[in-house]
């Protein structure tokens, strides 16, 4: 590594290229979004009755989605189209909603509403920062457990779900986790759906938001949850979530959820007392789309690895060109999902953001991939290489290593 003095100058000549480049949040760029453009028009005056019956210009349908996409959405999910919802653009929204009728209602087979009985929920570090934003707006306590390369620690979940009776259950993103890329083994999934718990009605949130992003030929695929529960005799234990957010348009997608079908029972008529129905035209949509598409889903996804693919390889070029090697940072090399995750040896992730917005590149805040944005270690960098171009995934790299190489000698120098 370079010496602090010539480190300076490499960052003020950084400085005076007054870049403006944005690495931080995991959004599809507009040739993503251009591969789904004709499902703008697919719809049309021919369409306003689907071949269920079901008008999408009309009240009648039901809280749980059209027919239609209930069952492509539950192919997507692994599972059957009576455990499954869709409903609008957001899998957060029905993460939610599910989660403050636990709070109001309690749970399938549990009259006890959680609010009375001051809930946690376990959540894995580092990892998504808007499953930490709302349990803290609902009032859940979070108990955070490390991943561990294959999925969050199991047996540290064990040893506290055993004997906390007030642990209601667990959040976490099964395949392609957010921020470190990696998917639960099987053994772990299993072992989540039979394990005891205290909490009769604990329940595992599962955000599959990342299932179909691969990047390469070489994906996982985690065991679906649900089937997992209901091959342990738990059955009701597990709902999964996910959404075409960055399938189709972010603005303008569909959520789905999926549980047992006595889950999606009772979930389906509080559902309906808040709503009338989903967006039946956007779901129609969506059904001819994916349909007509060559190839279906894997075909649209396989145009998108062709896009994002190329700028996820320069980040790992970059990275391995400037860092491999140094002894001062790690990081993650997915086979999917949206995010590379990398941690810096010393505890500098906070001043490595700071040196990079003023060399003109957005990070996502240091500490965001943990509660209260409270990172203990100093040292998890999200890098989301996903809208910027492949030049200028380049140069944000380029930018952010000597950022991490800066960052770390002026530690050393104290």
Not at 28 to 48: G, H, R, W
Not at 345 to 351: I, L, N, T
Not at 390 to 410: G, P, R, W
Request: negative net charge; contains cysteine; hydrophobic residues 35%.
């Amino acid at each position: 590594m370079e010496n602090l003095s010539a480190l300076k100058k490499m960052y003020e000549n950084l400085q005076s290229e007054s870049l403006n480049l944005n690495i931080e949040r995991g959004q599809p760029a507009d040739e993503n979004f251009d591969v789904s453009n004709p499902m703008l028009t697919i719809v049309t005056e021919k369409d306003v009755i689907t071949p269920s019956g079901i008008s999408i210009r009309n009240y009648p349908g039901g809280p749980a989605g059209l027919p239609e996409i209930r069952e492509l959405c539950s192919t997507l999910l692994g599972i059957k189209p009576e455990e499954t919802i869709v409903g609008n653009n957001s899998s957060l929204a029905l993460l939610v909603n599910t989660l403050m009728w636990a709070l109001l209602k309690g749970m399938n087979g549990n009259s006890k509403p959680w609010v009375h009985q001051k809930p946690k929920i376990i959540i894995t570090v580092p990892g998504y920062d808007r499953h930490f934003t709302l349990l803290e707006a609902m009032g859940i306590e979070m108990i955070s457990v490390p991943m561990e390369g294959d999925g969050p620690s199991f047996s540290k979940i064990k040893d506290l779900v055993e004997s906390d009776p007030t642990i209601k259950g667990l959040i976490f993103v099964p395949t392609y986790s957010n921020p470190t890329g990696e998917t639960i083994s099987d053994d772990k999934m299993m072992a989540l759906a039979s394990m005891k718990t205290a909490a009769e009605d604990f329940t595992i949130f599962a955000d599959d938001a990342y299932t179909v992003h691969h990047l390469t030929d070489n994906y996982d695929e985690a065991k679906n949850i649900i089937c997992a529960c209901e091959e342990a005799g738990n059955p009701d234990r597990a709902y999964i979530f996910g959404s075409t957010s960055k399938i189709t348009f972010s603005g303008g997608g569909i959520g789905f959820m999926g549980s047992s079908a006595s889950n999606i029972k009772y979930i389906s008529k509080l559902f309906g007392t808040q709503s009338i129905g989903p967006n039946k035209i956007e779901q129609y949509r969506h059904y001819k789309f994916f349909s007509e598409f060559p190839g279906g889903v894997e075909g649209l996804m396989q145009k998108h690895a062709e896009i994002l693919q190329p700028k996820f390889d320069s980040a790992q070029m970059i990275l391995n060109e400037e860092l491999k090697g140094e002894d001062i940072a790690e990081w993650t090399n997915p086979n999917g999902g949206y995010f590379i995750s990398l941690d810096t040896k010393y505890p500098v992730a906070k001043r490595v953001v700071e040196l990079a917005k003023g060399a003109g590149v957005a990070l996502t805040p240091a500490g965001a991939t943990f509660p209260k944005g409270e990172d203990p270690n100093n040292s998890n960098i999200r890098i989301a290489p996903t809208r910027p171009s492949v030049d200028e995934v380049k140069k944000a790299m380029k930018v952010l290593c000597t950022c991490i190489k800066l960052a770390s000698a002026e530690y050393l120098e104290k």
